[in-house]
C-alpha cells in the first residue's frame, strides 16, 4: 500500500507550494487587522489564527521530513512517535484555527453575551457552531455548509480531533503488510502472548524485533477502526487540510471586504 508515481508528483508539487501560501496568508490576516475595532478579535486573530497557522506549517515539513511521501523502507519507532506527535498538533491546531475565526468574529460584532439578549455565549463561539452561523455573512454561510465541507468538518476534521482529544489518539501504523507478512505477523503475535511458553518470555525482545523487520512502511493514519474511522492517507491528507484553512481563511478574510450580513437575532 503506497503512493503511485503520479500521486507522489502531484503531492510534491503542492507540498512545495506551502511556504508561498502560508506567507499569503499572513499577509491577509495582516491585511484584515486593519479592519479590526475590537482588541480581544485582534489578538484572536493574529495570537490564535496566525500562531496556529504557523505551527500547521512546521508540523506539514515535520512530517515531510521525518516520512518522505516516496519512503517505503520501514520507520524506526522514535521517528514513527515523532510523526504522530506533529500529527497531533497539525490536527489539533486545525480544529483551533476554525475556533479562533469564530471569537474573531463574535468580538468584532459585540456578539459574545446572554443568549436572551441576542447574544451568543462561549458555548455557541466557533465557525462551524450553527449558534454563531446565524450571524454570518450569506455567502460565507452558503460555503461553510456545503456538502463538500459539512463532509470534511463532520466527517474527518471533527471525528479525529474529538478521537484524539477524548478516545483513541490518531497513529501511523509502523507498517503495511501483504498477505504472507501477515500471516507471519500473527504466528509472531501468538507467540510474544503465550504465557505458557518460558521460550517465548524469554525471546520475547527477538519476537518484536522479527515483527518490526515485516512489511513497509504504511503512509496511512487512523484513529479507532471501530469508531467511524476510516484510514486516510498521510501526506494528501494533511496537504488537503492545509489547502482547506486556506479556502476558509481567504473566505472569512473575503467576508469583511462586504456588507453582506445577516440581520442580527433578537
Request: net charge neutral; glycine share 4%.
Amino acid at each position: 500500500m503506497s503512493y503511485d508515481k503520479e500521486n507522489v508528483k502531484k503531492i510534491k508539487e503542492k507540498y512545495n507550494e506551502i511556504d508561498h501560501i502560508s506567507k499569503q496568508l499572513m499577509q491577509r490576516l495582516l491585511s484584515l487587522r486593519l479592519k479590526l475595532t475590537n482588541e480581544k478579535a485582534f489578538e484572536y486573530l493574529m495570537q490564535g489564527v496566525g500562531r496556529r497557522l504557523n505551527i500547521l506549517t512546521k508540523c506539514l515539513h515535520n512530517i515531510f521530513r521525518i516520512f518522505p511521501v516516496e519512503k517505503t523502507d520501514l520507520l524506526p519507532l522514535e521517528d514513527l512517535t515523532d510523526l504522530d506527535i506533529n500529527l497531533h498538533a497539525f490536527i489539533v491546531n486545525i480544529s483551533g484555527i476554525l475556533e479562533n475565526i469564530g471569537w474573531v468574529f463574535v468580538y468584532e460584532n459585540d456578539l459574545l453575551g446572554n443568549p436572551k439578549e441576542g447574544k451568543i455565549n462561549k458555548h455557541g463561539v466557533g465557525l462551524f457552531n450553527k449558534k454563531t452561523q446565524i450571524y454570518l455573512n450569506s455567502k460565507l454561510n452558503k460555503y461553510l455548509n456545503s456538502g463538500r465541507m459539512q463532509a470534511w468538518y463532520t466527517e474527518y476534521s471533527k471525528n479525529y480531533r474529538d478521537a484524539l482529544a477524548h478516545r483513541i489518539p490518531l497513529y501511523v501504523p509502523p507498517s503495511a503488510l501483504n498477505k504472507e507478512e501477515q500471516e507471519q505477523f500473527m504466528i509472531l503475535e501468538r507467540q510474544l502472548w503465550d504465557f505458557s511458553s518460558s521460550e517465548a518470555i524469554l525471546q520475547h525482545d527477538e519476537i518484536l524485533k522479527k515483527q518490526s523487520r515485516l512489511g513497509r512502511a504504511c503512509p496511512l493514519f487512523v484513529h479507532s477502526l471501530d469508531e467511524g474511522s476510516k484510514p486516510l492517507f498521510l501526506h494528501a491528507q494533511v496537504i488537503a487540510d492545509f489547502i482547506t484553512i486556506e479556502e476558509i481563511i481567504n473566505k472569512f478574510c473575503d467576508y469583511f471586504k462586504t456588507n453582506d450580513r445577516t440581520e442580527t437575532k433578537s
